[in-house]
């Protein structure tokens, strides 16, 4: 039972009261009202009390998986997660605290419970085995839906097959292929950028959160939109970029009203700026990105022929399409076309899937890199003596393949650093999983980090970073269980894993090489001017190593891992092997 419910057994309550008192008021509007009122109020009190006081102690078949048990009055844990110091800490706490528990079940904000999947067997299940028989949840579809649109991210069911299947094309491995040198020449774009800045300040530190944040938008820019946003200009780039600016990266108090938007929904009525900043960013956006629709429909179809409509091959010959003219050109006709507002969603995923989580992945490459030289020293002498020499500038998507240690330091990357946080679902009817029925609508939640941090899936020296640990001759020294495909759960799994998986692998690995190449990479200073942490530190927990692996810098709580105050990087211009 919900606030809906009780609206609709208040209005038929008061429909029976004033049955029985017809012709017998005054003013039958207002008595109408404040009986509707009373009851709705007192009915929605009784079940507020319910749900937070009895149902989640007493009643529910949850109450016996094992839980923390440091609930705050009303809250939960929902002030533990708004207050950690990252957007992980508090599920890690828990995964410590029942290390062989399936299932913890955990409280938020007035009583709604969560359950996290801690174990392997766990996440597959609810990601393969039982897919489909999950949602993503109503609070996910609306807080992702206001970045994200519909699409496929968003989309469920049949209609998620179906979508699924045209969007396979595009994004084959070996149309993805074919976008590496759009990759390189953004990489080579961001790598002119730093060597401008070295050139105006050689010792000051640079803050490459932002700066790889435009390098991935101008990418899918290109590759989606076939548009050149110009995030990377030092003018500051596009209005386009600007606007995502405001959506992806909005002042605290915006992040704040983010956070609380999860449990209350409040972005359509709250009258403060940062909502209203916020809301017009995602309003202008879509504006844009409806005009880039119906221009490119025009362009492609706007020729006549006599009576007949022309197709101006310029945009669709086989290998020279972006993303958006597949969609008009192959699939706005026929059985299954795309409706404008398809066509919609899908460009929004992309640009949010694709724009924030690459950054991660190279924000905290570099973190990686300018914790431990030898790595980088490591990864120039792979480069420079697997790729040939004319290449250098412009690597294909063999030269890429051919660097086997760097794709070991990039999955150790994003182990270690999970751009995605949270990969949450729910039961539109009660189902079974890992042995306890989870009741409809509870949240599933998986978090990647808690797979990649547990010791028994990666062993004792799971909290240091070590790329040795994915390479091929490793594979039999190395704990059986991280290598299950569910162990590395970065770009989730099943029906639903990422589709821009390879498109991802392929743009961090262009932009790596073009860095690595270029620069050597060294500690900066924070803001406030003092040095930051140097990873040298280790200690213990119980039995298991761990390395200080984020070094001090802060983290956002936010839906992708973000580095709080930016990443700071001194780059020198590399003399050594591979260097340009
Ligand atoms: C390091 C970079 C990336 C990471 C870590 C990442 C992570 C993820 C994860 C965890 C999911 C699954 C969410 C779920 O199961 O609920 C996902 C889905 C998705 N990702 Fe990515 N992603 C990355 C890059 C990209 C890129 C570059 C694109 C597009 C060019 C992209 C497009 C998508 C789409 C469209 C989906 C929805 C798939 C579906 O529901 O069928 N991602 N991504």
New binding site residues.
Partial sequence: MNAKHCATLSILETAVLFSQKQGRTENPIKQLVTTFLILFVVQYSVLLLHNIFIYPFYRSPLRHLPSPKDDTFFFGQTLKFINAEGPNDVVLSYMRQFPDAPLIRYLHMGGAEWVLVNSLEGCKEV?QTKCYALE?PEW?RRVVGELAGI?????EGDA?KR??KL?NGP?STTNVRKLVPVFNAKARELADQIELQINRSPDAAIEIDQNLAHT?LDI?GT??LGVELGALQSSGGSKFSTLYGQILDPPPMGQLISAINIFVPIRSWLPLKANRDFVNATVEVRKLLRNQIRERRSAIFGGQDGDKKTVDTRYTEAGSRDLLTFMIYERSEGENKWSEDDILG?LL??MA???E??T??MTFALLALRLHPSLQTRLRHEIATKIPHERIHNPSAANLDSLTYMMAFLKEV?RVY???I????TPPQDTVFCGTVIPAGTTLM?N?AVMHYNPNIWGPDVGVFDPERHLEENSEKVPAQSRDPYAQ?????????????G???L??RSVLVRLLTRFEMERGWDEQGSRLGDGEKFGGRGDVVVEDLFAGVKLKNFV?LKPREGLWVRFRRAESEGGE
Avoid: D, W
């Fill in positions: 990601l993503k996910f699409g496929l991210v968003n989309s998620h979508q699924r969007l994004m991935t899918i590759t989606a899908h995923n992309f899937a694709g724009h989580t690459s991660g992945g994003l999970s751009p995605a949270y990969i949450p679902r998986i990647p759960m970065t770009f989730s799994g099943g029906p639903r894993v990422c589709l821009g998986k498109f991802a692998m743009e961090m992708a």
